[in-house]
Structures are given as C-alpha cells and as structure tokens.
Nanobody, 123 residues
C-alpha cells in the first residue's frame, strides 16, 4: 500500500524559500499523479500544484504561479515543491496526495495522503 511522508516544512521569513519533499514507500510513485494541497487554520484544503506521472502535465494554482515549482524524481520515489517568495498568506499545513488519475485540484480525487508538514511564514 502506498504511503506518503512529507518533509521540509518549518518557519521562514517573508520572502524566503522552502523545499518540501513527498517521499513514497510501500509502492512505487512512478505511475501516480501527485498533488500538493494546503490547509490554513480555519480554512478548507485547497490544491496548490499537481504533476502527472510522467511529469509532462504540471498545474499550479493562480496564487502560487511564478513562485512555486513542482518536480519529481521517480528514481527516488519523491515529489518536490520548491517554494520561493513566501508570504504570510502561504502559512498552512501542506499535504501531498497521490492517485492513478489525472491532475486535479479536488482533494476528493486523491486516495493516498501524507500526514502533512506545517509551513509558517512570519517575521
């Protein structure tokens, strides 16, 4: 069974950068579409970015375009989210999710989830 573990979250100052990693175990991630979602306190979980199994399809939410970059290394069974120019509105718990289907911004379309990694952007 596919298990996902996020890492790389933490406290960063506004304008700073972080790279999140989503490592898979129990099964290969190579054939899965993987997405990053985030959930801020008191708000719904929203899609941030998505990458297809081959990496040929990549999508970003408008609020992170030009700042975040998703990538995957299938040899390491890992998907990354490089986050630049962070601002306080990016503060949230970030989750990775995987599924056999196509890229989607809907959490309901993903079956496998990690436990989340918190990101706090504050001076």
């Amino acid at each position: 069974q596919l298990q996902l573990v996020e890492s790389g979250g933490g406290l960063v100052q506004p304008g700073g950068s972080l790279t999140l990693a989503c490592a898979a175990s129990g099964s290969t991630l190579n054939w899965h579409t993987v997405a990053w979602f985030r959930q801020a306190p008191g708000k719904e979980r929203v899609g941030v970015s998505c990458i297809s199994s081959s990496g040929g399809v990549i999508r970003y939410a408008d609020f992170v375009k030009g700042r975040f970059t998703i990538s995957r290394d299938n040899t390491k069974n890992t998907v990354y989210l490089q986050m630049n120019k962070l601002n306080p509105e990016d503060t949230a718990v970030y989750y990775c999710a995987a599924d056999w289907g196509y890229c989607s911004e809907s959490a309901a379309d993903f079956d496998s989830w990690g436990q989340g990694t918190p990101v706090t952007v504050s001076s």
